[in-house]
């Protein structure tokens, strides 16, 4: 089934330890995404790739780091987690961003990551 | 830079009753609006989108959402709820020269039979 994957599904770690969140898609989409949702505050976006090899930084990108090598993947890097990284992480894709003719996110099923 | 409020964090409907969900944007052009669906556990997904034209857009699963430029709200409605419909709403506005999308903090649908 076309679509993204996530992993891990669910990680527990330790504050200080480096992690990182793998995301693939297999829908040939240019853009991908990394959200944090967190109770009360909705989806935030981390960091945002238009197209592979270029990065940009969403909303809250502190203490992560994406890179976007090829079209289909898009890790989320923890270099050194901090328990206010506690949270659900969400992939998401589009073919070519809001101004293309779709518009549509396409969403993993997330990553419950706690730091402890 | 846009911003959503979904001023209803909980609401409660019966099985069968209209729904309304509340959704207000703050953009300074024409945005466009999306309403998401979150099942427990589940990634989000899609419902509906408005980007021109007719300001009533329908979704899928019989929802269907409101623009209203004067007001700067974009409300999702559901004429008759069922009990798969429980499940957490983000409203989310874009901008036509950007793409990426601010989502409000949601609302968490309950029903009740």
């Known amino acids: 089934i076309a679509g993204i994957t996530q992993a891990p599904t669910s990680q527990i770690l330790a504050a200080g330890r480096r992690m990182t969140l793998r995301c693939t898609q297999d829908?040939?989409?240019?853009?991908m995404y990394w959200y944090r949702q967190d109770l009360g505050l909705g989806l935030r976006l981390i960091h945002y790739s238009n197209t592979a090899g270029t990065t940009g930084k969403g909303e809250v990108p502190d203490g992560y780091s994406v890179s976007r090598a090829n079209t289909d993947d898009f890790p989320l890097t923890l270099a050194s987690a901090v328990p206010s990284q506690t949270s659900v992480y969400f992939c998401?894709?589009?073919?070519?961003?809001?101004?293309?003719?779709?518009?549509?996110?396409?969403f993993g099923e997330g990553s419950r990551l706690t730091v402890l | 830079a846009q911003s959503v409020t979904q001023p209803d964090i909980h609401i409660t409907v019966s099985e069968g009753a209209s729904l309304e969900l509340r959704c207000n944007y703050s953009y300074g052009a024409t945005p466009y609006l999306f309403w998401y669906v979150q099942s427990p556990g589940q990634g989000l997904q899609l419902l509906l989108k408005y980007f021109s034209g007719d300001t009533l857009v329908q979704g899928i699963k019989g929802f269907e959402a409101e623009f209203k430029r004067s007001q700067s709200s974009f409300n999702l409605r559901k004429p008759s709820v069922h009990w798969s419909d429980a499940a957490e709403y983000f409203c989310?506005?874009?901008?036509?020269?950007?793409?990426?999308?601010?989502f409000g903090a949601g609302t968490i649908l309950r029903v009740k039979s």
């Open positions: 998401a894709s589009s073919e070519s961003g809001l101004a293309g003719a779709s518009g549509e996110l396409f």
């Open positions: 829908m040939r989409h240019n853009a």
């Open positions: 989310a506005v874009g901008a036509i020269d950007g793409n990426k999308l601010v």
